[in-house]
């Protein structure tokens, strides 16, 4: 049974508009139908690039029940793959492994190359003979997804209907186009996992506005007062918040991390938060830029998957630093758990109406919502 | 003499599978791919050489050029011309790889 809610009053302007109806955050069948409309027809992150670092690295990852296979091939190459056999669709690697010379399937043993071709087909046309005229290996490929690695996260468009991933994302392409550089990630202490009782969508609304620190963040607040934050919003495309006062952290003697090259001023003490619609979380700074990936797995349930990453290798950082600058960004994602798990609690409410937007600080916000919505409506039009 | 020769290769064979070592695995059924050639018996080489060339595959080694080449010549699997350079991308599996008395 699909349920349609309401969408009009979303897709307002942001003085008049009301938030998405509580359907979306609680009920399993629009949790379904955003599964399609809003995540499987978008770029949406489902991995990062630094996990299959190496030729042949595969890592299995479950996408909202869609398992998925990133492989880094021999050109260096992540490709994305539908994790199923062709032939009677075992699932081909259940655990993160280096591929040697084949992906071979764990039952009847055929075997893909890491570009996702089907190579062999062991005994497929009796004992002893690998061919057989009804087993053409050109059309049995793996199923590749569509997949586009930015800012080290893995982006895929499942039902391969998106426009371009830089056609889709152009206009935050251009806009962070400084930070197209080499990104190293900051080792095994720049990345930890948070798991929330919510909506996956809270967590975007919540990252998206400023509106919020003096009062959950009154530590980041001290330094990065509310007045020194503006609002990122581009209708249709992405949001976020930007900061003018971004302070780098500093070890004992003063030390700073490596800044990325050739920035210009604005980034001095400039730093920028973003949503890159639907489930990605991004922030840049001179020195630093983290993803957060929004692993949705129910529709009360997400798991944040952040990675902190500098502009040299972890080894060249200055000691300690980067725990630090990894524990400073732990907190302040920490303190939004009770908002992002709290917003979820609300919305069992039955009498809210979606809410009312602050016109001044709630654009962001208002901005994704309008996204979604025209997400929505864009998959029941067709 | 033949058979006491064919029975430790099964029992080896069989070791290798329960160890999961596919470049053993390879070089086993390589072995009694190339015993059942020699002996005229093409049917039997050929499925001894699937096996192989699917553990050789596996392993990342280059070894499965040459069997693959085996299947290619008796019609049993179509030639893959990238297979010489297997190991160029693929480091050799580390594990053991010797079979004591075979
Ligand atoms: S299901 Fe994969 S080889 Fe048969
Ligand atoms: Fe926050």
């Known amino acids: 049974m699909t349920i349609h809610t309401e969408l009009g009053s979303v897709l307002r302007s942001v003085a008049e508009a009301r938030g998405l109806p509580n359907a979306h955050y609680t009920d399993p069948a629009v949790f379904a139908e955003e599964r399609q409309s809003v995540l499987f027809a978008n770029w949406a992150g489902v991995g990062f690039a630094k996990d299959v670092p190496e030729t042949g690295d595969a890592k299995p990852v479950n996408f909202l029940g869609m398992p998925l296979l990133l492989v880094r091939d021999e050109d260096g190459g992540v490709n994305v793959y539908q994790n199923t056999c062709r032939h009677r669709g075992m699932i081909l690697v259940e655990e993160p492994q280096k591929i040697r010379g084949a992906i071979r399937c764990p039952y009847h043993s055929w075997c893909y190359t890491l570009k996702g071709a089907l190579r062999t087909t062991p005994h497929v046309g009796g004992p002893g003979r690998s061919i057989h005229e009804d087993i053409k290996r050109d059309e049995l ?58 909506n996956w969508k809270l967590a975007v609304e919540n990252y998206c506005e400023s509106y919020h620190l003096p009062w959950v963040h009154p530590g980041l607040n001290s330094y990065s007062r509310l007045e020194d ?77 952040v990675e902190i990453y500098y502009a040299r290798p972890a080894d060249d950082l200055p000691k300690g630093l980067s725990d630090r600058n990894t524990a400073q960004w732990k907190e302040v994602f920490e303190e939004d758990i009770f908002v992002v798990e709290g917003m979820q609690k609300g919305r069992s409410g039955i009498f809210f109406d979606g809410g009312k937007f602050s016109p001044a600080m709630d654009g962001p916000t208002h901005n994704f919502h309008h996204w979604v919505a025209s997400q929505i409506e864009a998959g029941r039009s067709c | 003499m033949q058979e006491l020769s064919d029975r430790d290769l099964d029992a080896a064979i069989m070791a290798a599978h329960r160890r999961d070592e596919p470049a053993a695995l390879a070089r086993l059924y390589g072995k009694a791919a190339a015993e059942r050639e020699a002996a005229g018996d093409v049917d039997a080489a050929c499925f001894y050489y699937t096996q192989a060339y699917v553990f ?31 190991q160029e991308h693929f480091p050799p599996d580390a594990s053991p790889i010797d079979e004591p008395g075979i």
């Open chain 1, 141 to 198: 490929g793996l199923i590749r997804i569509r997949s586009y690695v930015w800012q080290d996260v893995v982006f895929v468009n499942i039902d391969g209907k998106a426009p371009a991933f830089e056609v889709a994302n152009q206009h935050l392409l251009e806009r962070w186009k400084e930070f197209d550089q080499p990104l190293y990630h900051g080792g095994a202490g720049a990345s930890f996992t948070l798991s929330l009782d919510t």
């Open chain 1, 229 to 305: 934050h503006y609002n990122i919003e581009e209708r249709g495309l992405y949001s976020g918040q930007g900061s003018l006062v971004y302070r780098q952290l500093k070890d004992d003697a003063g030390t700073v991390f490596p800044d990325f090259g050739a920035l210009s001023d604005k980034w001095d003490t400039g730093s920028e938060y973003i949503a890159v619609y639907p489930n990605v979380l991004l922030g840049v700074h001179r020195d630093h830029t983290f993803a957060i990936l929004l692993e949705p797995v129910d529709q009360t349930h997400t798991i944040e998957h």
């Open chain 2, 56 to 86: 050789a595959l596996s392993a990342g080694l280059n070894v499965a050029a040459d069997f693959n080449e085996r299947l290619a010549f008796h019609g049993r699997d179509e030639i893959q011309s990238d297979l010489r350079s297997l």
